[in-house]
């Protein structure tokens, strides 16, 4: 556990060296799955944990939202439709992982009385980052038009892990966002272009300067920023400068370092019903 009151820790930023730095070393600043020795153990978990959630919540499953074939979305409704919703955005460097991985996620606010949708989206190399980008809204739009059908219509809460939080942080601008929780986010896409990340992402220069949130003006809606005590530097450091920025434009929001968590352990804290992530997102609808 950790709050956003405990001392402010800022590691070492590989980026700071980057040009002296190989390849290889540049990829393993952004390997979270290299950098935590059990990821395979918790992503297992994570996936049986979401079948078990996915088959057995009150749902309504594989609801399409436009055209393509990852544009779809779950919705787990509250018992009332006014209920406060939590639209949750997976992550996976926005070429690997898929919606139904992250059900487990329901439990933690759905304890609460809350309603949860997780929309899915297109992946790289199939579809550009900018096309990416651009789903998110659609998914809300479609939410908002057809979501009390499906007995959701209360006030919204953005939030995302990892890719999913950049994705946040480039939608938290829609009119039906209340206010947004990111996770362990990218905000800088300029060094993820000189990773093999890029294989498959293929950034452009236009892309960097106008889909990098450390890059753009600023939505003066809320925006907590969480991120693990334990989690690579450069994403540490990311969710930092975003925070700064935030702060030095008057921007609402906190940081919130979670002890102990790391780039896969941080999801515990927003799925466990008392953990500290659900308690922030309740506390955006203050």
């Not at 057995?56 to 787990?76: C, F, M, Q, V, W």
């Not at 439990?107 to 009385?113: Q, T």
């Not at 900018?130 to 919204?156: C, F, H, K, Q």
Request: net charge negative; with cysteine; aromatic share 6%.
């Amino acid at each position: 556990m950790a709050d956003d009151t405990s001392p402010l820790h800022r590691p070492f930023d590989p980026r700071s060296t980057w040009a002296k730095l190989s390849p290889a070393e540049r990829s393993a600043a952004y390997d979270n799955n290299a950098a935590v020795k059990n990821s395979p153990a918790l992503i297992a978990e994570r996936n049986e944990a979401s079948a078990r959630m996915r088959a057995t919540l009150k749902s309504h499953l594989d609801l399409p939202y436009g055209e393509r074939a990852n544009n779809k979305i779950d919705l787990y409704p509250a018992t009332r439709p006014d209920a406060p919703c939590l639209v949750f955005v997976h992550g996976g460097y926005w070429q690997r992982n898929s919606r139904e991985l992250f059900a487990m996620l329901v439990e933690g606010v759905a304890a609460h009385g809350w309603s949860v949708a997780i929309p899915g989206y297109s992946l790289a190399p199939d579809v550009s980052l900018t096309e990416i980008v651009a789903e998110i809204p659609r998914a809300l739009d479609w939410l908002a038009a057809n979501g009390a059908s499906y007995g959701i219509a209360g006030p919204i809460v953005l939030s995302g892990w990892s890719a999913g939080a950049h994705l946040v942080a480039m939608a938290l601008e829609h009119p039906r966002v209340h206010a947004g929780l990111a996770l362990s986010g990218v905000y800088d896409l300029a060094p993820i272009r000189d990773t093999g990340l890029n294989n498959a992402l293929k950034l452009t220069d236009e892309e960097i300067a106008k889909l990098s949130p450390l890059r753009l003006p600023l939505t003066q809606k809320r925006l907590d920023i969480a991120y693990g005590r334990n989690e690579l530097p450069a994403l540490v450091c990311d969710s930092i400068a975003l925070h700064e920025k935030r702060i030095a434009a008057n921007a609402p929001g906190r940081l919130i370092p979670v002890e102990g968590a790391d780039h896969f352990t941080i999801l515990e804290a927003l799925r466990r019903p008392d953990g500290i992530l659900v308690e922030a997102a309740r506390r955006l609808l203050d």
